[in-house]
């Protein structure tokens, strides 16, 4: 029985132990830069930078001494809603720093009298403000001697100047749709300068759920998003997938079954984009549509999402000759184009239309929407050293070559396992750079529709500061934000993103969009990281003394680490439902959908697929405990047959 349980042991080591899978080489590039957040995570301290704003001196201007100010925040005469509201907001956060009440008037130019003034947008009192600088919906900071004036060219885009001077010459931080991080600087001296902060894409999204909510998609400058829906998309008409919209089956079908190709159900899947009658019905509705909405800028008409393209002659004969299904479609968006000029006409290059058809061009006012969906996270574009990220790299490229404006739609989560550790946080600076050498003017980051996913509140703080600008330094951005979210956890959470990133930037081959933890038990999700994960976050958790904002924050983290315990890929039934108890406990107190893009709702997870999981583990356990027993047995059968068989040729042979 002692040997039986032996072998048990090993098989369930062996399990536990897979081995490491690196890149080819160390030279090979995955991108330029390696987390180092703990190196950074002292960099800023409140009480220093209060005594530093508390010192004034030639060239500088005081703003608040003491609590107290006598500026006012003037605003246009006939100021929109927008515009009275972000003066308002303005003022409430100047009135929280200073820790006063009432300061920061906020007047309309009409009652202004006279004073020290923050003038918000175009009033009368910044028409001799240079402005010429500023570029898309980007904004001027001028600090005087007793004025202040914060401008963009379109005074609806004011937010954005807003929020920037609070953070680029305050210090605030706007770090999660519940948490502002508003420093306590009673006393203010600003150096007396002009500074413009333009965005390096003009248009950008994260698509992530919390992004969308109280309005923090503002405050993180994510012009394409718009508030609570993160499905609608500002500035666009049509979005994506839209082809029905314009040719629908229920209309068209039954008098026209040709217009349409169709899955193995019989269903109608796509449109015949060669068969002359469907595009002036196409035309047609665009224009209904923009009539209906014309301030719209974009409008999309893209394939639907799946795979059944046309397979007739005139499409055959296209893809033939083009070498990509695009072939059938870029005429159309071409011609769409050339009819409304004064919009941008979008498509999808995506599925069998993500390769540039042979032999075409795009009309200037065409934006071509390139979704790399079968692409990884860990090598970036911008070097291409793996084959996902190489053809990648190549359709970029080849589309800027025949296009003005390209909009990435990047996907930066894992989709299969929403809440499993992602650590790809160091190769989306060198994306962005590859982006911006190749005609790309707007950028959708894809996370996910629902709540409390793994890291979407940073992740969705660091892309968004990345996409304004890119020349952001990651490590420093992502220490303050721990910092001043975290406070006396911050160093551990550190520890944690670093160990992470370290280990799978030198132990994984990919990191895939639909990976799983299992897939990352011989490198960053290794049994003994994750033993060294839930150290630091149980660190990090004691460290906070029971302050319920930070510990819950801390929680959630925790329930990644926990979800990665899990789903190990070894046989330590014990530790899994260990994991598991606690995983249940959490999830009384934090709203969490789904653990998947698509599937089991949470609650089914907790009672139906993880315990199904554990039945799996138990029962290979079981096999493993059972195979050393029957092998035995076997053996023992076999023995005493040829036992038998020895015995019985001895007895039957003749006598000598």
Same mark, same amino acid.
């Given at each position: ?21 690196? @890149? ?24 220093? @930078? &209060?005594?530093?704003?508390? +010192? ?11 609590? =107290? ?14 515009? #009275?509201?972000?003066? @308002? ?8 720093? $200073? ?41 001027? #900071? ?49 150096? +007396? ?36 829906? $993160? ?55 665009? =224009? +209904? ?54 919009? #941008? ?31 990884? *996270? ?67 980051? *894809? ?11 940073? &992740? ?47 132990? =994984? ?39 319920? &904002? ?8 925790? #329930?990644?680490?926990?979800? @990665? ?11 899994? *439902? ?9 999830? *009384? ?63 039957? =042979?003749?006598?000598?």
């Amino acid at each position: 029985m002692k040997k039986i349980i032996v072998i048990v042991l090993s098989i369930i080591t062996a399990l536990t132990c897979f081995p490491a899978f690196g @890149a080819e080489s160390e030279d090979e590039l995955m991108s330029s830069e390696t987390l180092d957040i703990v190196s950074h995570i002292n960099d800023y301290d409140e009480n220093e @930078a &209060r005594t530093r704003f508390a +010192q004034g001196g030639e060239g500088y201007m005081c703003l608040a001494e003491n609590g =107290a100010s006598g500026f006012s925040v003037v605003y246009p005469h006939g100021a929109s809603d927008t515009v #009275i509201s972000a003066a @308002a907001e303005l003022s409430g956060y100047l009135n929280d720093i $200073i820790g006063a009440n009432g300061a920061f008037a906020v007047i309309p130019e009409s009652a202004f009298t006279g004073g020290a003034f923050i003038s918000l947008g175009h009033t009368a009192l910044s028409s001799g403000v240079d402005t010429s600088q500023i570029r898309d919906d980007g904004y001027l #900071i001028r600090v005087d001697e007793d004025q202040i004036f914060i401008l963009t060219l379109d005074d609806e885009n004011i937010y954005n100047g807003v929020y920037g001077f609070l953070e680029d010459q305050l210090g605030c931080m706007f770090v999660r749709e519940d948490f502002d991080y508003v420093p306590d600087f009673p006393t203010v001296y600003l150096e +007396q300068a002009v500074a413009v902060s333009n965005p390096d894409f003009a248009w950008r999204k994260v698509f992530q759920y919390e992004v969308a909510q109280n309005g923090w998609y503002r405050k993180l400058k994510n012009n394409g998003a718009v508030a609570q829906d $993160i499905e609608k998309n500002a500035g666009w008409g049509t979005w994506c997938h839209s082809s029905f919209t314009f040719v629908d089956p229920q209309e068209y079908q039954t008098t026209h079954p040709e217009y349409f190709s169709y899955n193995a159900d019989g269903e109608p899947a796509q449109l015949c984009l060669t068969n002359p009658e469907v595009y002036p019905i196409i035309e047609e509705k665009m =224009a +209904q549509l923009m009539a209906a909405e014309p301030d719209k800028k974009y409008w999309d008409f893209s394939l639907n999402d799946n795979y059944d393209y046309c397979k007739c002659e005139n499409c055959a004969e296209v893809l033939e000759k083009t070498g990509s299904m695009m072939g059938t479609m870029l005429p159309v968006i071409n011609a769409l184009a050339q009819r409304f000029p004064d919009k #941008i006409i979008s498509t999808l290059a995506y599925f069998y239309n993500e390769t540039v058809p042979k032999g075409m061009m795009c009309e200037d006012n065409v934006n071509i929407v390139l979704c790399p969906i079968n692409t990884g *996270q860990l090598y970036s574009y911008k070097y291409g050293a793996s084959e996902k990220a190489f053809k990648t790299k190549e359709l970029v490229e080849s589309w800027s070559g025949v296009c003005q404006s390209l909009m990435i739609w990047d996907y930066v989560i894992d989709f299969q396992n929403l809440l499993m550790p992602y650590p790809n946080f160091d190769v989306q600076k060198d994306n962005h750079e590859f982006y911006m050498q190749n005609n790309v003017k707007a950028v959708f980051h *894809q996370g996910s529709r629902e709540k409390n996913d793994e890291m979407a509140r940073l &992740r969705s703080y660091v892309l968004s500061k990345q996409l304004w600008d890119n020349d952001t330094d990651v490590s420093a951005l992502i220490a303050k934000y721990l910092n001043v979210t975290y406070g006396r956890a911050a160093v551990y959470v550190a520890d944690y993103m670093d160990i992470m990133n370290r280990e799978l930037k030198y132990g =994984a081959e990919d990191l895939d969009l639909y990976d799983s933890v299992a897939s990352h038990s011989g490198d960053y999700l290794s049994k003994k990281n994750n033993d060294k994960y839930l150290e630091l976050i149980n660190n990090a958790i004691t460290a906070v003394n029971g302050d319920e &904002r930070i510990t819950r924050y801390l929680e959630e983290i925790k #329930i990644n680490i926990l979800y @990665a315990v899990m789903n190990e890929g070894n046989l330590l039934y014990s530790r899994k *439902q260990d994991a598991f108890s606690q995983f249940i406990t959490l999830m *009384q107190t934090h709203d969490i959908e789904q653990p998947h893009e698509v599937g089991v709702t949470m609650q089914e997870y907790i009672s139906t697929e993880y315990p199904q999981v554990l039945r799996n583990t138990a029962h290979k356990i079981t096999a493993c405990v059972a195979a050393p027993v029957a092998a035995a047995g076997i053996a023992a059968a076999v023995a005493l047959i040829v036992k038998k068989t020895k015995r019985k040729k001895k007895k039957d =042979a003749p006598a000598k």
